[in-house]
């Protein structure tokens, strides 16, 4: 389709749209094109998770539709992408016709072997991704179907099926490689690379984790995969695709870079949201796609990727938006996770101080000298401070071995647990510190921090074995341990708790807690609040995501402004101390324009209400009723690093999903 042709369809697709969804009128972003000047009108992702955007589709006559769901991140709702019959005969020759293009231009036999790792739709009945394969079935490719949840060894089978071939692809998920490489059946594991030898071997990775085990850079993702796919011809390509896409793009190099070429019904562009324009070439942006497959939904779609763009339809993918949602592949997989056992454990050697109280001016000065910047240790000093007051202890602890997984976005959530275990008389503890969003810059500070602090405290404890498991997946022989204490999303517990025999191992999970504030604003202090809600950059386990206003006036105005300067002056100043410039060029753009687009359906001026700094945005509607928000669903999964909500306190009572937690919590209140 040419583009003129594209850009008609594009114009009728958001006629129909409005005309059916009057409000979405208000989510589509005009972009210019600054070759022609022509602006196009996008909408940004999450459309697909708030709408149902499609022409004809209703309750009524759902049977005539097939809707693919996205696997959606932990406790939010999936994104869906509705196709008449007619459309899904159209996407399944679009994706086949790219797929076999990309297996020419690698010089791949269309009748190698495929083993999909992938669940068939029978598991996964509203996956895109197992839907595409069995597309490629459909379309005569040789695709060997591996039911990784029913047995391990049917990775072996499969092989052992396509003896008489040299050549053999091998499609997955992120999680079903590593879980694979990761195994802890060291003869079965042995076994497959026997298989594996053999063969002139393609892996294709599409991508996703979501929590269920590490999140690895590229470069140690192709050093795993290389590692366990032992041959000495091997390729490894990535699939880039969603569900809210019609079409995919595929791997540019044989070995994965980041770049991918796209199928011909796809067009990437690399966007400024801020300037509401489209890139040049080569400059770096939030990636785009207009998608002809999409003729009945919508084609003109923003991503919260990050990358820039070639030409001849390539784009180079760098990573997700600073404060995107957790994206990947949500797994279903049951009692299957048999990964490695070994767990990298590093034993922290004690100087076995005279004085085992805890001081915590100690701790302090010692972390200058591990090169803490001045911010941090006043965080640290700040959370820490109610340890002086003395350290509860639980006889039940007396002896025991211990495993605590900390928490990716804090340094200190462990600090509580490990002090009333080691003061109670454990045996041992092992602390792990996960790190999930490899494309976050705050995770490797974090990670560093961490470390530190352990070596630090953990010199108190002289009695107690204390170990940092430095390994990458979150997997364990659990059930070597007498308490399993886990800080995470509610996918990552449900995966640990899946590995636990309770009768061995008792298992406590410590969910994510979304915070807030009630504030006198006569009685505190716009910059003392904004203080608080940027310690440890706004990403601690309890900083608040909103902000609910009393006082005897109702009128907040003066004390919001005063705030949002404030808490825009506390970041750029913690931002002196290393935060990369990526963070602030990209850092709540695409949730604010979802936002925006959400105040703006309530009849509200954007102007009135949005405080937006370099490095933090305030949402003010402490002077709307109930009544006048009534419509309006913050989602506050974007909250935190700096994105606040403003509210009346009358309000508050709507929020259930929000608790009112002290930010500096006394270790006498946290409960083990």
């Given at each position: ?21 009057p ?38 006559n ?26 899904l ?8 016709e ?11 036999n ?18 895109s991704?197992?839907?595409?394969i ?12 591996c ?36 195994l802890?059946?060291?003869e ?17 990775d ?25 041959t ?24 994965h870079?980041?770049?991918f ?55 180079k993918l ?58 941090v ?12 007051k ?17 928490a ?22 092992v ?36 170990y ?14 007498d ?10 517990l449900?995966?640990?708790?899946k ?81 990369p ?50 419509s309006?669903?913050?989602?506050f ?36």
């Open positions: 389709m040419n583009v003129s042709a594209q850009l008609e369809v594009l114009k009728r697709q958001k006629q129909n749209l409005i005309q059916k969804i409000v979405i009128k208000h989510f589509f972003v005009d972009l210019q094109f600054p070759q022609s000047g022509e602006k196009v009108s996008f909408l940004p992702i999450r459309c697909f998770r708030d709408f149902i955007l499609h022409e004809q589709y209703s309750h009524e759902s049977n005539n539709f097939k809707i693919f769901n996205s696997s959606g991140s932990t406790g939010n709702k999936p994104s869906q992408h509705i196709f008449s019959h007619k459309a005969i159209d996407y399944e020759q679009n994706t086949c790219g797929f076999l293009s990309f297996l020419e231009r690698n010089n791949l269309k009748n190698t072997p495929i083993v999909s790792l992938v669940p068939s739709v029978k598991d996964w009945p509203n996956s991704l197992s839907a595409m069995s597309m490629f079935e459909r379309k005569g490719l040789n695709i060997l179907w039911d990784l949840e029913e047995s391990l060894e049917n990775i072996v089978k499969c092989l052992k099926d396509i003896q008489t071939h040299s050549a053999c692809v091998i499609f997955g998920t992120s999680f079903h490689h590593f879980m694979l490489a990761h802890s059946n060291s079965l594991k042995e076994r497959m690379q026997v298989e594996f030898s053999r063969l002139k071997l393609s892996i294709i599409t991508g996703g984790t979501k929590g269920r085990t590490q999140a690895f850079t590229l470069e140690e993702g192709l050093a795993i995969l290389k590692s366990f796919y032992k000495e011809t091997l390729d490894i390509f990535s699939e880039y695709g969603m569900c809210e896409l019609g079409s995919q793009a595929w791997s540019s190099q044989k070995i870079d980041g770049s070429q796209c199928n011909e019904t796809l067009q990437p562009f690399a966007v400024s949201i801020e300037q509401k324009s489209i890139l040049p070439l080569n400059e770096t942006g939030f990636l785009a796609f207009i998608d002809s497959v999409n003729y009945e939904s919508y084609g003109a779609i923003i991503t919260e990727d990050i990358g820039y763009c070639f030409a001849h339809n390539a784009f760098i990573g997700r938006g600073p404060d995107s949602t957790l994206k990947g592949c949500s797994l279903n997989l049951r009692a299957i996770y048999n990964f490695e056992k070994k767990s990298h454990k590093l034993l922290i050697e004690n100087n076995n101080f005279k004085n085992k109280q805890f001081v915590l001016h100690e701790i302090i000065s010692q972390l200058t000298m591990c090169e803490w910047n001045s911010t240790i006043n965080d640290l000093e700040q959370t820490l401070a109610s340890i002086e003395g350290i509860p202890t639980d006889k039940n602890y007396k002896n025991k071995d211990i495993l605590i997984i900390s990716a976005n804090t340094p200190i959530a462990w600090v509580y647990p490990y002090l009333i275990a080691a003061e109670s008389g454990a045996k041992s503890i602390i792990k510190v996960p790190s999930l969003r490899l494309d976050d810059y705050y995770s490797g500070v974090v990670l560093k921090y961490t470390y530190d602090l352990i070596r630090l405290i953990a010199n108190l404890y002289a009695q107690v074995y204390t940092i498991d430095q390994g990458k997946s979150i997997a364990h022989t659990f059930n070597e341990y308490f399993v204490l886990t800080f995470g999303s509610e996918e990552t449900t995966t640990i708790s590995q636990i025999d309770p009768y061995k191992t008792s298992f406590i999970g410590k969910g994510d807690i979304k915070n807030s504030l009630v504030v006198n604003t006569v009685l505190h202090a716009p910059n003392l609040i904004a203080q608080n809600c940027s310690v440890w950059n706004g990403r601690g386990c309890l900083t608040p995501v909103a902000l609910f206003l009393n006082s005897e006036t109702t009128c907040f105005e003066k004390w919001v402004k005063l705030f949002a300067f404030d808490f825009e002056n506390t970041f750029i100043e913690r931002a002196k101390l290393g935060e410039e990526f963070i602030r060029q990209f850092c709540h753009s695409h949730n604010l324009l979802y936002v925006s687009s959400q105040i703006r359906n309530i009849g509200i001026d954007i102007q009135k209400v949005i405080h937006r700094g370099k490095r933090t945005c305030v949402i003010d509607l402490s002077s709307y009723t109930e009544d006048e928000l009534n309006f669903h913050p989602d999964s974007f909250g935190g690093c700096g994105f606040i909500y403003i509210f009346n306190e009358k309000l508050k009572s709507r929020f259930t999903e929000l608790k009112s937690l002290n930010i500096f919590p006394e270790i006498q209140n946290f409960s083990f």
